[in-house]
């Protein structure tokens, strides 16, 4: 068994898991050969968002292997966002990456990523200059996504960014003050400034196992990213409704005019059914709007916790992500 280290890490590297049971293996045999390359102390931090295959039982037999294998077992899944917030929670190095599990996002990169660190960067983040094995439709959706969030938000997320990025520990602190339940760590990460750079890799494809993000997860993930940085859905609505208020005005003053030179354009129920059946969607899709909104501020007034940790295994004394 390999021991831990005497002193707090240099590096920290997290990784969320959900059912990675056929990759665990090759992503701790390449975190150690990356890191151990690097030349600096280092610990992995592996978060179990309730994963019900043997996930859990190889990330504590990781840990036997290698004391700096460190696990993080949720009580139950509570989603990628936050176990990413976690493992941040939970990481003691001076320097915290962020990587998923699958593979796709290579370890190699990360000593170009210390390497910027060392230059006084505090945020390095990775940039797909090509995403392989990923849908024509996928690509479609990821360019329209990152178009609109940077046009509507005050925040500049870099295109083809996700969540793999090195962080100071300053940035780290900064970012665990905020607790909001519907994260999107790409974006806080963004929003809290400080010096920050890219660098661009290609994303391979899923080293095994299927992706865990399909259209309906990415949808929900991007209605967070848009809602947490933007006010701009409630602005449309209200838009919306002096754009048909003045709509009707106008109908109005049409329709009297026709009846005055004695027309018969208007005349019957159907015209009226069409602009009730108009006008209640427009009111629905106004309520969905706000529902949106009053939905995420009900969950943060609850003031639950992010995350419940069934076991914390590795840790020294005082990493228990108070």
Known sequence: MIEPNSSPPVISIVAPVYNEEAI????????????????????LVLV???????????MCELHEQDARVHVVNFSRNFGHQIAITAGADYAQGEAVVVI????????????????KWRE????????????KGETRFKLWTASLFYHLINRITGVDIPRDAGDF?????????AMRRMREHHRFMRGLSVWVGFKQIGVEYIREERYAGETKYPFSKM??????????????PLQLATYLGFFIAGLSVLGILFTVILRLSGSQAFFGQASTLVIVLFLGGIQL???GIIGEYLGRIYEEVKQRPLYIVSDAIGFRE?????
Do not use: C
């Open 165 to 173: 990025r090195l962080m100071d520990r300053k940035v780290v602190d």
């Open 285 to 287: 899709i106004s309520l």
């Open 24 to 43: 665990l293996h090759e992503l701790y045999r390449r975190m150690a050969e990356t890191l151990d390359a690097i030349g600096e102390t280092w610990e």
């Open 120 to 131: 006084g960067y505090e945020v390095i983040y990775a940039v797909r200059a090509q995403r």
């Open 318 to 322: 005082g990493g228990d992500g108070s």
């Open 100 to 115: 998923d599990a699958d593979l796709q996002d290579p370890p190699s990169l990360i000593g170009e990523m210390v390497q």
């Open 48 to 58: 179990n968002d309730g994963s019900y295959d043997r996930s859990f039982e190889i």
């Open 219 to 232: 949808l929900r993930f991007a209605l967070d990213g848009i809602t947490s940085f933007s006010y701009l």
